[in-house]
Structure formats: C-alpha cells, structure tokens
C-alpha cells in the first residue's frame, strides 16, 4: 500500500505558488528559508515537477504549477472552512423539523409564541412537541428529539446540556366558589383540602410536586393524574385542590383561582436540555435562542 501523501504540503505549495518566493513564503509560513526549501523539494518529489524554476533572479511557475494552482488554492481554502467554527445558517431557506419534548401546559404556554417567532426568521422550519412523560435522556442520545424542557436533577443524562429559560413556584388552583377562595389561606385549611396530585408513576410518593414542598409533608389525597392539565380539569369541575407549577400551567388555568401555597416552598428553575452533538449546530443554536427569547421573564 503506498504512502499517504502529507496533506500539509497543500497548504505550503499554494502559497509558494502564490508568492513565486521561497523567501517571502518562509516569511508567510513563519519557517526558515531552508525549511521552505525542503518544502519545495518534498513537493517537487511528491508532484515529479519543479514547480518553481529559476528566470533570471526570479521564479517562475511551470506549467504544471499554472495548471495546479487555483485546484490548490480551493482545496486549502475548504479544508479552512471544514475546520473553523460555521455560525452561519441561511434561515429563510432551511428546511428542517425539530423535535421538542415537554411537560403538559409548557406547550399551551409558550408553544404559540414560539411558532409564530421560528417562522418569522424560518418558515420551512416544523416544530414537533411531544410529551415527556418521564426524564429518561435516551431520546435526546438517539436523536429522536432536538429540545426538551424540565428541571435538571440526577435523572439527566450527564452529557446533557442545559441552560436555564425561567424560575417558577407552586400555586394551589381552586375553582371559583371553592372554600380556600374565603378566607384567609392557612396551611391547616390547605392540608386538610382534598387533594389532585401530578404523578407520573402512579405512586403519590413521586408526585412532582413534593420535592418543593417541606419534607414530611401530610395532605389528604383523593385522586392522581399523570399531568397537569388533568389536575387542573378536575380541580375546574371539583373541591379538589390541583398544586401545580405557577408560569408553567397558567394558559390551562383560565376562569379558575391560584392562590399561594401557604408553606415554606422551593422555587425552581425550568431549563432546556439538549445533546452535544447538538451544541455547535448553527440551526439548533438559533432555536435555543428563539425558545429563550419566549421564555423571557415578562416583568
């Protein structure tokens, strides 16, 4: 099997080619003079032509060289660009689908708004949203989905990267009419309420809200879904209480009453997860940056 030929001569005969001088080429490449004339006789070899020949106390190309220098010069040119950072995407003619997996309500939300933004800068752009109904990280790994939401915690993926879009809390959504609506709101009153909460195992010890909530916590708990459109839906037509996330849920809540949680409560932070294969792509940067513009604290 021959040798592979040294792909860094390319870069040395197009500027040889371009300077037709061994010493200003040296000077270009920052190499001794000596060091570029054993450039040029690798090349030489490498070629089975001169290249450079002597005219006078000059050089002058050969016609091989003639014929070979504006191939050279485009191939170093793309080997650059093939190794440079591209930040440049054509927005108005890409064409490409982007899978995002969130939570329930998150759509209702900010889904509208971040259409309508994709499509002004990039109309042949699609937006998928999926449910998430677990943090499992395989979809993102085996790119069946581009983006998702949630709160970062030790179900991630370690690879997975994150950057946070805003801080929410719980609020506790009554209908109207509903005993906590009178009064003021305890944490007695509020605890001995029936109770819908958000599991998406089924078991009440992993309702997503208790890890906001004070350990220990004791509530009556009469029913459980597995998102929090459900809860709220059966807090709309019931005296159950639905707790649920404040800026995440609000589009859902429309006609009904969110009154705080009246205990010691954690806030926390929603985030966008995505793989690093993903991080440098231009188009998926440009969509981090429309879902962070949406997302945006409204004040």
């Not at 009419?177 to 819908?196: D, E, I, W």
């Not at 991080?279 to 513009?293: F, Q, S, V």
Request: proline share 7%.
């Amino acid at each position: 099997m021959p040798a592979l030929p040294d792909l860094n001569l390319l870069l040395t005969l197009d500027v040889l080619l371009s300077e037709g001088s061994v010493a200003r080429a040296a000077e270009r490449l920052r190499l001794s003079p000596s060091a570029m004339s054993r450039a040029l006789a690798r090349l030489r070899e490498a070629t089975g032509d001169p290249l450079l020949v002597r005219a006078g106390r000059g050089l002058v190309a050969t016609p091989r060289a003639e014929a070979l220098r504006a191939r050279v010069h485009d191939l170093v040119q793309d080997a650059q660009a093939v190794l440079r950072p591209d930040d440049t995407v054509d927005l108005a003619a890409l064409q490409r689908t982007f899978t995002l997996r969130t939570s329930d309500g998150f759509v209702e939300n900010f889904g509208p708004a971040l259409i309508a933004r994709a499509a002004a800068d990039a109309p042949g752009v699609r937006l998928n949203f999926l449910q998430k109904p677990d943090k499992d990280s395989a979809p993102l790994r085996d790119g069946r989905v581009d983006l998702e939401t949630g709160v970062v915690d030790t179900a991630i993926g370690p690879e997975v990267r994150a950057r946070a879009l805003f801080e929410d809390r719980l609020v506790a959504v009554v209908r109207d009419g509903h005993p906590l609506t009178k009064g003021a709101v305890t944490a007695g009153r509020y605890l001995a309420a029936r109770h819908v909460v958000v599991s998406r195992t089924g078991f009440e010890a992993d309702a997503v809200d208790l890890p906001f909530l004070p350990a220990g916590l004791q509530r009556r708990v009469d029913n459980m879904v597995g998102g929090f459109s459900a809860a709220i839906a059966l807090a709309a037509a019931s005296n159950l209480v639905a707790t649920v996330p404040d800026r995440h849920t609000r589009s859902l809540r429309q006609g009904l009453h969110a009154v705080p949680v009246p205990l010691p409560t954690t806030p926390f932070t929603v985030s966008m997860l995505w793989h690093p294969r993903l991080d440098a792509d231009p188009a998926h940067r440009w969509l981090r940056a429309c879902l962070r513009e949406v997302c945006a604290p409204t004040g």
